[in-house]
């Protein structure tokens, strides 16, 4: 599995057009995506102070069927492979959300349910 941490209007107009994109999609040519054990970093790197954000959990598996292609880049700031999404996701390809926010600390934590694997 695949996770991004969305804007909600990014996640809005994927329900009306059945396609999760992103600015980062049309900026850079693909979207940007975290592996599990990389989510919490790129939330408190990313989205401090963001309570309005929406975790999305996308199948890898789901991603190929619709020849969307995913591709693990280095990226050297962060010292690691990063997962980028070579286009627009289908719904379908989009098994899970969460709202996601910081506790009352100000740090993300995992949704009750998708834990530390």
Same mark, same amino acid.
């Given at each position: 599995?695949? @996770?991004?941490? #969305?804007?909600?209007?990014?996640?809005?107009?994927?329900?009306?057009?059945?396609?999760?994109?992103?600015?980062?999609?049309?900026?850079?040519?693909?979207?940007?995506?975290?592996?599990?054990?990389?989510?919490? +970093?790129?939330?408190?790197? @990313? @989205? *401090?102070?963001?309570?309005?954000?929406?975790?999305?959990?996308?199948? +890898? *598996? #789901?991603?190929?069927?619709?020849?969307?292609?995913?591709?693990?880049?280095? %990226?050297?700031?962060?010292?690691?492979?990063?997962?980028?999404?070579?286009?627009?996701?289908?719904?379908? *390809?989009?098994?899970?959300?969460? %709202?996601?926010?910081?506790?009352?600390?100000?740090?993300?934590?995992?949704?009750?349910?998708?834990?530390?694997?």
């Amino acid at each position: 599995m695949l @996770y991004r941490i #969305a804007e909600p209007a990014d996640w809005q107009q994927a329900q009306q057009t059945g396609f999760f994109a992103s600015t980062d999609l049309a900026a850079e040519g693909f979207i940007h995506s975290s592996e599990h054990h990389q989510i919490l +970093e790129t939330a408190g790197r @990313y @989205y *401090a102070g963001r309570t309005d954000l929406v975790l999305l959990e996308w199948d +890898e *598996a #789901a991603l190929a069927t619709a020849q969307v292609r995913v591709v693990r880049e280095w %990226v050297a700031s962060r010292q690691q492979h990063f997962a980028h999404v070579f286009g627009p996701v289908p719904l379908a *390809a989009v098994r899970r959300t969460w %709202v996601f926010a910081p506790d009352a600390n100000g740090v993300f934590q995992l949704p009750p349910g998708l834990g530390e694997q």
